[in-house]
């Protein structure tokens, strides 16, 4: 008889919790935590409240997935598929995700803090009450995106596109980096943090709508950017 000590140790070792599945197949709650899931073809996959921190999905298709929930932070989405999947209050915290799609998204309520997200796409994305403070949001297109209480604060958008965007309410830009940022068209007159500097180095038109204080500049910076 295994002293109490040994029968521990060996329902530890055995017990399927205590380490990540990597072999399993995707449902919702599964831990593949740190597992290499790189290249694979996975849409309408159910993960649903996964644990998938850190593991690499770079050039994976998980278009149409069911994310929501989910726990993605420092995950590797480099050129990954995520269209049209659903990842309300999903964490995406300090991802890296160059280039990646996430077009028609449903994240409300999902956090990108601190993610990499250069060249990255949000066209049409739904992303109602979603983080991106301090994220690297570089070019990244988020062109019809819905953005009602998004926030910005710190984030680097530089060269973003956010013409096009519906929201209602405020938008927090505080201390965002806006070095060519599209604003055309856009009713910013409620948003909070917004400073002078960050408008005359943005991209605005005629349409532009400001809060009380700032002014247009007398020349926006990228009339012909695109």
Not at 12 to 31: F, I, K, Q, W
Not at 87 to 97: C, D, L, S, T
Not at 180 to 185: A, R
Request: aromatic share 8%.
């Amino acid at each position: 008889m295994l002293p109490a000590a040994g029968l521990a140790l060996c329902l530890a070792t055995t017990s399927p919790a205590l380490a990540a599945s990597c072999g399993s197949t995707p449902e919702p709650g599964l831990d593949w935590s740190e597992c290499t899931k790189k290249n694979l073809m996975l849409p309408s996959s159910e993960l649903e409240g996964a644990n998938l921190s850190g593991t690499d999905f770079s050039l994976t298709d998980l278009s149409g997935s069911n994310l929501a929930s989910a726990n993605l932070e420092k995950a590797n989405l480099v050129r990954a598929w995520l269209a049209g999947a659903k990842a309300e209050k999903a964490n995406f915290a300090r991802i890296e995700a160059y280039r990646s799609s996430f077009a028609k998204i449903t994240a409300n309520g999902a956090s990108f803090a601190g993610a990499e997200l250069q060249r990255a796409d949000f066209s049409g994305a739904d992303l109602t009450g979603a983080n991106f403070e301090k994220a690297e949001a570089g070019r990244v297109l988020f062109k019809g995106a819905t953005l009602t209480g998004a926030r910005f604060a710190l984030a680097n958008l530089s060269r973003a596109n956010l013409s096009g965007v519906t929201f209602e309410g405020p938008l927090d830009f505080d201390q965002a980096f806006m070095f060519l940022t599209h604003i055309e068209g856009l009713d910013l007159s409620a948003a909070k943090g917004l400073q002078q500097g960050q408008i005359d180095l943005a991209c605005g038109d005629k349409d532009t709508k400001l809060p009380d204080g700032l002014t247009i500049p007398t020349g926006w910076p990228c009339a012909s950017e695109k």
